[in-house]
């Protein structure tokens, strides 16, 4: 693929996952209430929310800072940057001239550090005690999310992300227990991620990230969560890229672009339901028991990491 | 000039302006301006000294000297010339921030501090150029107790001194270390002279005990963990500007100590010695951050982070040892890449921190982040430049924390990839600290930032905080800017830092960089490009802006609201998260690193005592290995120290006995 038509895609993948982002997080909350046998919201309410908020006037903390206006810019624009680089559509990784994996999980670092900023900076009790509960999420999946791309990467001989989601697809690394292992692993971050139950009252989302938006309002909160819904659907794709990139274009063409479009659609709705149901199924646990759940899922990673070492 | 007179003029000056400040002391404004303004002319001199070395290879000056010792002898290479550089550009923004900060010593010592801050520099440029043992650990010496009067300037602090104390004993046992690894060398060449011992065929017996005498005694200036409890109690103590230095560019000696000897003069012959230092490497990584992120004092906090820096330089330089052992030339210069430029981007922002902290300091008068807060609106220009520094050192991209970081993961990659068992098998688990790392440091800087800048403001003090003067702000500007051009000119330094690494391990050089993109060897698919990160980061700002004007979210305009939402009560400031409660989950998680001990239990009397469970209790996390590691070393030192005292007893008799012993013994010994 030319390097004009991969930066197109780059650019359609980031405008992809801006606009459906919401929608899958809207799907989300239909199948947590149909599971709760609630009647629940449309699946489009995300999208009224995110619309009638943004007119609404913003009420500004008179503790908040530059940080706290800049905050859902600097969210958007890196979650962008990362479905740039991300293979979504494609087994390349359209903006792979820019950076690797490495750099696709340090922007996700930039989205958090801001975020657990803006909380800070707003003065609120619940905006620190999320900007805190965030940075503890970070500091227990990022080493994992970095062990097992950084196993798959050993794998495929590189750490650009289109190698690794090229090796997969063309089955030159093939799937055996270090992947399969890795897969679990992985997903589990991609559940906290996306759902952040068992931490997390549905619903009530204000335990975790949503704490540190505890004084957004109007335009802020709008751009705001439309960033954690790109943000949560970036590590979803970053799942599907590294893991399942069947469906995804080799080569360049309209009838392909719509293929892979359309089946990059269904298995991010297939992860969301899995998602859906285990955190429906699953007790909600304090906080501060998070580490005993991540720790199972190093322990998982770790596992794939051994099966690697001795190539199984 | 010739380079080697620049570096000379440059050391002469800075002894000048030691001297007149000195001279001057009376006066305590002209004292300061004096060895301001005087440092930052020698600090510009030293800077042109390396870049004339850059540009024209390196220099040499020999001059007779005490004959038993050897010559005299001044060498700056490429590695040495990088070192003067970073010496020179801190020098320079610490001399000229030190105008204004050292008001706060006005009739205190002003002239005093000058006197040591200038020798105390200028006995680290010629640290890093001096080409003989004898002289290099003079000015070793020289620059340890330069720094110690640092430490100990604020003396009507008892910490301060006793800080002093616990640093000049490490130290020492360092230098003790250093020294016998010299001598081991001047045993078996027969001279001081670094051109012999690197010539000399020694058994690899011999270079093991060297190397390890040596690691030791560099480690210990260093900061690695266990050696490390010094650094944190030190740095803090000195004036910030001086702090800047010693975590800045002090520590970075230590580390230059090491690879001047390990890797240039004995060559890094067998894999294990880059696996030891690999191992330290990553266990002051890890147990820095993790005590530093527990820190209130804000001055502290930066002085922990510096162990966990030290930490990743040492990773690096650890990766490239075991490349140079295993004949991997791209290992070799990924990994020293990663070290240099880390080294370098340490000391910008970590001398940039300091500097923002005392400029906090200097005007709120307390080192606790829980009486600060809310100084971004007073102090507007300081809270940038120290969110550039906090974002640099967090490995934000693009700025150049990350830049290095990547080189670093990059290096463990083309590790785990070689055909190197041991490599192979931690080099995925050193991926995985280092990321732990750095989601920690992250953690470390949001709560620094975070709590001193933003937030409501917790004291008095920081309600009436104004911005520092001019001159301080140039100074934290000139390395903030350093920073953004280490990051964002990554394909500029990346060349440049990869010939000295190159050089450093014997390799040919690698093509590095290509455009606008970096990468850790030719035809590597993972690539880095700062500059386009930037660009498209600045482009990607017109999706948010297009969906605010899309969905006319700019008509709805904003208004500012007096408190916080505080669940209908009246809001305080000590609502908001503070500094001593911020990275409590972080403990709790990470419980294995910490103990948590209970200060102070007290039983309840009255109806609470039928209950058993009812206690009041203060618990306070502990740092696990300085208990059991650290302090044992400690006390056994002292130990010694009293028992050998005991020799000195002031008898005059016992004395003359001695003699006669010490006598006796070499009679025998020479005519056995």
Redesign the interface.
């Known amino acids: 693929m030319t390097t004009g038509s991969l930066i197109l895609i780059g650019i359609l993948q980031a405008l992809l996952v801006a606009l459906v982002a919401p929608l899958f997080s809207g799907f989300a909350r239909v199948l947590r209430a149909k599971m709760h046998s609630r009647h629940g919201p449309p699946i489009l309410q995300n999208y009224y929310d995110l619309f009638k908020l943004m007119r609404r006037q913003e009420i500004l903390p008179a503790q908040g800072t530059a940080i706290f206006r800049l905050a859902p810019f600097l969210t958007i624009v890196a979650a962008q940057l990362a479905a740039m680089i991300i293979p979504i559509l494609v087994t390349q990784s359209p903006f792979g001239l820019v950076g690797d994996m490495i750099l696709v999980v340090y922007l996700l670092m930039l989205i958090r550090f801001f975020i657990s900023l803006s909380g800070l900076t707003s003065g609120s009790t619940f905006g620190g005690m999320g900007a805190r509960r965030e940075l503890l999420m970070s500091a227990l999946t990022e080493p994992l999310m970095l062990l097992v791309l950084f196993v798959m990467a050993l794998l495929a001989g590189s750490t650009n992300l289109g190698v690794i989601s090229n090796g997969i697809a063309t089955g030159r690394v093939p799937y055996y227990a270090t992947v399969w292992l890795g897969m679990i692993s992985f997903a589990f971050v991609a559940f906290v991620e996306a759902g952040r139950l068992p931490f997390d009252v549905s619903e009530a989302e204000q335990e975790l990230q949503e704490g540190a938006m505890t004084e957004y309002s109007g335009r802020g909160l709008a751009l705001m969560k439309w960033g954690a819904y790109m943000k949560q659907l970036t590590v979803v794709s970053l799942f599907l890229a590294v893991f399942i990139p069947f469906g995804s274009m080799s080569t360049l063409s309209i009838p392909a672009a719509v293929l892979a479009l359309a089946v990059f659609l269904l298995k991010a709705a297939a992860l969301y339901l899995i998602v859906a149901i285990l955190e429906n199924a699953m007790a909600r646990v304090r906080f501060i028991k998070a580490p005993s759940v991540t720790w199972i899922a190093l322990g998982v990673g770790l596992l794939s990491y051994a099966f690697y070492l001795v190539r199984i | 000039m010739a380079p080697i007179q620049l570096l000379l003029s440059s050391v002469l000056v800075f002894g000048a302006a030691a001297v007149l400040s000195l001279m001057f002391r009376k006066s305590s404004r002209t004292a300061r301006y004096v060895s301001g303004i005087l440092g930052m002319i020698a600090s510009a001199v030293g800077g042109l000294a390396a870049i004339e070395v850059f540009v024209f290879g390196p220099v040499a000056l020999e001059l007779a000297g005490i004959p038993a010792f050897g010559n005299f002898v001044l060498l700056v290479d490429d590695f040495s010339g990088l070192m003067v550089a970073m010496i020179a550009v801190l020098a320079f923004a610490t001399s000229l921030y030190s105008i204004s900060y050292a008001e706060e010593y006005d009739n205190r010592g002003a002239g005093q501090l000058g006197f040591f801050n200038n020798l105390f520099i200028a006995a680290m440029l010629l640290v890093v150029s001096a080409a003989n043992a004898f002289y290099f650990l003079i000015f070793w010496e020289s620059m340890t107790l330069a720094s110690y009067f640092l430490v100990i300037f604020e003396q009507e602090k008892k910490e301060s001194v006793r800080a002093g104390y616990l640093y000049i004993l490490i130290a020492h046992i360092g230098t003790a270390l250093i020294m016998l690894a010299f001598f081991v060398l001047y045993k078996n060449t027969g001279t001081f002279e670094f051109s012999s011992f690197r010539e000399a065929g020694l058994p690899p017996a011999t270079k093991n005990l060297v190397f390890l005498l040596a690691f030791l005694g560099f480690g210990a200036k260093a900061g690695i963990v266990p050696l490390h409890i010094w650094l944190p109690r030190a740095h803090p103590a000195a004036p910030s500007h001086a702090s800047a230095l010693l975590s800045g560019v002090m520590i970075k000696t230590a580390v230059y100590g090491i690879v001047r000897l390990g890797v240039d003069l004995l060559g890094a012959p067998v894999s294990w010695w880059g696996f030891v230092v690999l191992l330290f490497g990553i266990l002051s990584a890890v147990l820095g951050i993790a005590y530093a992120l527990d820190e209130r004092d804000l001055k502290r906090l930066l002085a922990y982070s510096s162990v966990e820096n030290i930490g990743i330089i040492l990773m690096g330089v650890g990766i490239g040892m075991v490349g140079m052992a295993a004949r991997l030339p791209v290992l070799a210069v990924v990994g020293f890449l990663a070290a240099l430029y880390h080294m370098i981007n340490h000391a910008v922002f970590k001398g940039l921190l300091f500097m923002g902290a005392g400029a906090v300091i200097h005007r709120t008068h307390t080192h606790n982040m829980n009486e600060m807060g809310?100084l971004?609106?007073l102090m507007p220009w300081t809270?940038l430049i120290f969110?550039v520094g906090a974002?640099s050192i967090?490995?934000?991209?693009p700025l150049n924390g990350?830049v290095s970081e990547?080189f670093l993961?990059?290096s463990?990659?083309v590790g785990?990839?070689a055909d190197l068992e041991v490599l192979?098998?931690f080099g995925?688990?050193a991926?995985?600290?280092?990321?732990?790392v750095?989601?920690?440091v992250?953690?470390c800087f949001?709560?620094a930032?975070?709590?001193t800048?933003?937030?409501?403001p917790r004291s008095q003090k920081a309600r009436q905080a104004t911005e520092v003067p001019g001159s301080m702000l140039a100074g934290m500007g000139i390395l903030a800017l350093g920073a953004i051009f280490l990051g964002l000119g990554a394909p500029i330094v990346t060349p440049f830092l990869g010939r000295i690494a190159a050089g450093l391990g014997g390799v040919p050089e690698e093509i590095l960089a290509k455009g606008i993109?970096v990468f850790p060897m030719a035809g590597?698919?993972?690539?880095?490009?700062t500059p386009?990160?930037l660009v498209?980061?600045a482009a990607?700002?017109s999706?948010?802006?297009l969906?605010?004007w899309f969905?006319?979210?700019f008509?709805?305009?904003?208004?500012?609201?007096?408190?916080?939402?505080?669940c209908g009560y009246g809001?305080s400031?000590q609502?908001?998260?503070s500094a001593s409660n911020?990275?409590?989950?972080?403990l709790?998680?990470?419980q294995p690193l910490y103990r948590l001990r209970t200060l102070m239990q007290i039983p309840l009397d009255g109806i609470a005592a039928f209950s058993q469970n009812v206690n009041t209790r203060l618990p306070q996390a502990e740092p696990l290995v300085e208990r059991w590691v650290s302090r044992p070393i400690l006390s056994t030192v002292q130990y010694l120290g009293r028992r050998i005292q005991s020799l000195h007893m002031g008898d005059v008799r016992m004395y003359c006995l001695y003699i006669f012993v010490a006598l006796a013994v070499l009679l025998i010994a020479i005519f056995r």
């Open positions: 809310g971004a609106r809270s969110l974002m967090s490995a934000i991209p990350f990547w993961y990059q463990l990659f785990s990839t192979r098998v995925p688990l991926v995985m600290l280092l990321a732990l750095g989601a920690m992250a953690m949001v709560k930032y975070g709590t800048f933003t937030g409501p993109q590597s698919q993972a690539v880095l490009s386009l990160i498209l980061l990607l700002l999706v948010p802006l969906i605010v969905l006319g979210g008509a709805a305009g904003h208004r500012t609201e007096s408190d916080p939402w505080a809001y400031p609502m908001g998260v911020f990275a409590q989950p972080m709790l998680a990470y």
